[in-house]
Nanobody
Framework: EVQLVESGGGLVQAGGSRLLSCAAS????????IGWFRQAPGKEREGVSC???????????AHSVKGRFTIFSDVAKNTLMVYLQMDSLKPEDTAVYYC?????????????????WGQGTQVTVSS
């Protein structure tokens, strides 16, 4: 059974930083890319950043977070850890952030490519 467990959400001031963590298990790591998605109130869920399982760990960033967010991964004790380092946070980054296992292919960091979702973690950026 695929499990994706997010942690690290909370309240942060604008300009601050936050590190989100996703513990992924229950699947062969090469089967999926892992992505971070977010959904703000009244808005559609969107892809924020994804990292592939290929040897070069190809990454994708949404235009709105490029240069401010960094995705990286590590493996420890049969668990794939995928992190999202968020810097220079803005109030518009406020959302529920979801970790997801994503089918690898063209446009892989899209909600249409998601195979499994985590439960989400709230990030609130105050102005």
């Amino acid at each position: 059974e695929v499990q994706l467990v997010e942690s690290g959400g909370g309240l942060v001031q604008a300009g601050g930083s936050r590190l989100l963590s996703c513990a992924a298990s229950g699947f062969t790591f090469n089967d999926y890319a892992i992505g971070w998605f977010r959904q703000a109130p009244g808005k559609e869920r969107e892809g924020v950043s994804c990292i592939s399982s290929s040897s070069n760990s190809n990454t994708f960033y949404a235009h709105s977070v490029k240069g401010r967010f960094t995705i990286f991964s590590d493996v420890a004790k049969n668990t794939l850890m995928v992190y999202l380092q968020m810097d220079s946070l803005k109030p518009e980054d406020t959302a529920v952030y979801y970790c997801a296992a994503v089918h690898q292919g063209p446009n892989y960091c899209s909600t249409y490519s998601v195979q499994h979702w985590g439960q989400g973690t709230q990030v609130t950026v105050s102005s």
